[in-house]
């Protein structure tokens, strides 16, 4: 596997645990990268800004926008400590991103109360042009380990 692959989801596993700690949201970071290059971050906000819409993704995706000064992001790719929600995926395929890179898929991210993936079935289905590549980390495995045992964490 390439070796900017996984320093970048690395990456977006880190900021997993920055937000996390900061009880900004759930263990959830991403980042948009383009030409090699990391140009945007983010992790989850939900808890902080009381606004169910501010997922990782979306910060990073909101965020790769504005620097870029355009929202088509076709030649960005996004990277996810998690596998991406529904909405998170609906916004990606809007931004006309064709690859995502992430750590914990669906089943891991159900065991520690966040489930979604019926939903993302019934939205995205099979007909997407978007391509889910799953990568290993342990770190990642880490991300979610301490929520769990994170007592002052706030589900959502």
Not at 96 to 122: C, L, P, Q, W
């Amino acid at each position: 596997m390439d070796k900017n692959i996984q320093k970048f989801i690395e990456r977006s596993v880190e900021l997993g645990f920055i937000g996390m700690n900061k009880n900004d949201g759930g263990p959830f970071g991403a980042v948009v990268v383009k030409n090699g290059k990391i140009i945007a971050e983010g992790w989850n906000e939900v808890i902080r800004t009381n606004d169910p819409t501010r997922h990782a993704e979306m910060v990073a995706i909101s965020k790769a926008s504005q620097k870029l000064k355009r929202f088509d992001l076709h030649d960005c790719e996004i990277y996810a400590s998690g596998q991406p929600c529904p909405m998170c995926m609906s916004a990606i395929a809007w931004a006309r991103m064709k690859k995502v890179y992430y750590a914990n898929d669906y089943a891991a991210t159900a065991k520690i109360g966040f489930s979604d993936k019926d939903i993302h079935d019934e939205i995205v289905g099979h007909t997407s042009n978007i391509k889910l590549i799953k990568v290993v980390s342990k770190r990642a495995n880490e991300l979610y380990k301490d929520w769990i045992k994170k007592s002052d964490r706030t589900m959502y």
